[in-house]
């Protein structure tokens, strides 16, 4: 295993911010108020090309699902699975599904990555109340363009299991591309305590990502999750957590199922 550490101008990135996601935290709907926003926005990012980074950290390696666990490169990753009755007699999925079976003996292929931004995005601008959610909405967006623009070079280079992949942006945002990058603290992986494993891994401090002790990361404008390839892989909510399967969780974490609670929203 490799790790792999990118650095990147605002504008290397910001191509690949979906905007939606920018209006959303704002509240805003109407359509000239949108273009506003994204004006100023792109405006601010142009003044910053030159004094701010965003960077991004990854590792490739040998992986294999062991039940509701992924094994990656020696290290024990515990997962979640649905629970409610999917309809039409969907499975109940588990991420490690979209991994060989260990028992099969032979070794699969995924990633993990963390991506950040400068830390004086979020600390620079506090001057001005507007500036600073500004700065800030603008961080979080750069890091998901980063962490948007290292998947596309992983599936295309560095992994180059989508060598000949050529999508437009709007079709990357579609997520037409083949896998899924499901991040830490999003519905298939609700437990922000994983980022802790990853931290174990990658080394976040590498890239200046510090961890609270909620595991929720800091800057803000941080992203982290894995990176799978599995052309039937896809996204899914694990919704409720039976109490079951939360005890089992905690077992497998090696976490008492008390402080477990801290971690991940509990819904029975």
Known sequence: MKRHKL?????????YINWPYFYHAWQVKDKDEQELLRVQAEERIRLI???????ALFAIGDANGDGDDILFEGHRLPMLRQQKAVADGKPNLCLADFLRPVEQGVADTMGLFATTVDIGLETDFSHD?????????IADRLAEATAEKVHEEV???YWGYAKDENLTMQEIHAEKFQ???????????????LNF??????????IGIRLTESGA?????????????????????????GSDQFEDYARRRGIPKELMCKFVVVQR
């Open 7 to 15: 650095t990147y101008r605002p504008s290397d990135v910001a191509p």
């Open 49 to 55: 090309d030159n004094s701010y980074s965003t960077y």
């Open 129 to 137: 109340d507007y500036e600073r959610m500004m700065m800030q909405l």
């Open 155 to 157: 599936r295309k280079h």
């Open 179 to 193: 896998g899924i990058r499901p991040a830490i603290g999003y519905p298939s992986l609700p437990d922000t305590s």
């Open 197 to 206: 494993l990853l931290d174990n891994i990658l080394h976040f401090s590498d």
């Open 217 to 241: 990361m800091k800057p803000h404008g941080s992203v982290s999750g894995l990176m799978m390839a599995h052309p039937k892989a896809c996204y899914f909510s694990i919704g409720s957590i």
